[in-house]
């Protein structure tokens, strides 16, 4: 939940007019445009969603910590499992997308994972806000069972996080997302992701490197795709999803076909721009001996 890693492009603010279609005039946004509250923007996919959305639609970034000095929209310093500011922050928004996540603390995990969630859930609820956006790993859904045995791994499989903290809390967090929507009607989509990528560099943040042959699984997006995968979820017309409560695993097309990102593109209508390529075919590095794909 740390602030921005990277530096992104400054971008216009994001004014807050009112509920549902009011733009300003000369905003150039959509006369449909929406009003959209970001949880636990600050961190690390925060930058590539806002960018995906600000010209399109009027945010509201929060996060616990004070906004990156090369963000210029309307922020509100929020803690995720401040269910009473969270509620509040909601009033007048049509989409509540929460990007919200912390790994390693036993009890903050819980809160920001698994309240934050609740606290989403409750405001959508409260405001009768008919669709919000939750975030992930793969692994909230696909635990090591699945992994490290299966094969052609889809999104609508019935999920299993297995006990890792991290996975463990945003498997309670989602389920809290599952029952409200049942009981509530709210529309529930779920993103999963797993490695981010820079397009211009794709060693990532692997502590020493990313080890050789075993850098692209079990999947990688850009980051830009990351933020645009956020964008269609919340424009997705409602008739394209089969159900109140959705989950998408977000990447492009890798060759080795462990996960399926068929569910994405089909009904998301999501299309990545960046294909990762180089973790596969080597362009971006030689590999310490001088031969390529040797083994």
């Known amino acids: 939940m740390a602030g921005y890693p990277y530096p992104v492009a400054r971008i216009q603010p994001a004014i807050y007019y009112g509920h549902g279609s009011q733009v300003a005039p000369g905003s150039g946004r959509k006369a449909d445009a929406m009003n959209i509250l970001i949880l636990g923007g600050n961190g690390m996919l925060g930058p590539w969603a806002v960018r995906a959305l600000i010209n399109r639609h009027n945010v509201l970034l929060t996060d616990i910590n004070e906004p990156h000095s090369d963000y210029t929209g309307k922020y509100l310093q929020l803690s995720v499992d401040d269910v009473d500011g969270v509620v509040k922050a909601a009033e007048g928004m049509d989409?509540?997308?929460?990007?919200?996540?912390?790994?390693?603390?036993?009890?903050?995990?819980?809160?920001?994972?698994?309240?934050?969630?609740?606290?989403?859930?409750?405001?959508?609820?409260?405001?009768?806000?008919?669709?919000?956006?939750?975030?992930g790993p793969h692994y909230q859904m696909a635990g090591m069972q699945y992994e490290n045995w299966d094969f052609d791994l889809n999104p609508d499989m019935p999920p299993a996080s297995g006990t890792?903290?991290?996975?463990?809390?945003?498997?309670?967090?989602?389920?809290?997302?599952?029952?409200?929507?049942?009981?509530?009607?709210i529309q529930v989509i779920t993103l999963l992701y797993y490695n981010m990528k820079h397009s211009w560099d794709l060693s990532g943040m692997e502590p020493g490197g990313p080890e050789y042959h075993h850098d692209m699984t079990p999947?990688?997006?850009?980051?830009?795709?990351?933020?645009?995968?956020v964008r269609a979820a919340v424009e997705v017309p409602e008739e394209r999803l089969a159900t109140r409560c959705e989950t998408f695993f977000v990447f492009p097309d890798l060759p080795h076909r462990k996960f399926n990102n068929e569910k994405i593109k089909r009904v998301l209508g999501w299309q990545p721009r960046y294909h990762v390529e180089g973790l596969w075919n080597k362009d971006w590095r030689t590999p310490p001996d001088n031969l390529h794909g040797a083994f």
């Open 95 to 135: 989409v509540i997308v929460n990007l919200s996540v912390l790994r390693p603390h036993r009890k903050l995990a819980f809160d920001v994972n698994v309240m934050g969630n609740y606290a989403m859930m409750v405001a959508a609820r409260t405001h009768g806000i008919t669709r919000v956006i939750n975030s």
């Open 164 to 185: 890792r903290l991290y996975a463990h809390t945003k498997a309670l967090g989602q389920e809290v997302c599952r029952v409200f929507s049942e009981r509530h009607g």
């Open 219 to 229: 999947y990688s997006t850009a980051w830009p795709d990351c933020g645009t995968a």
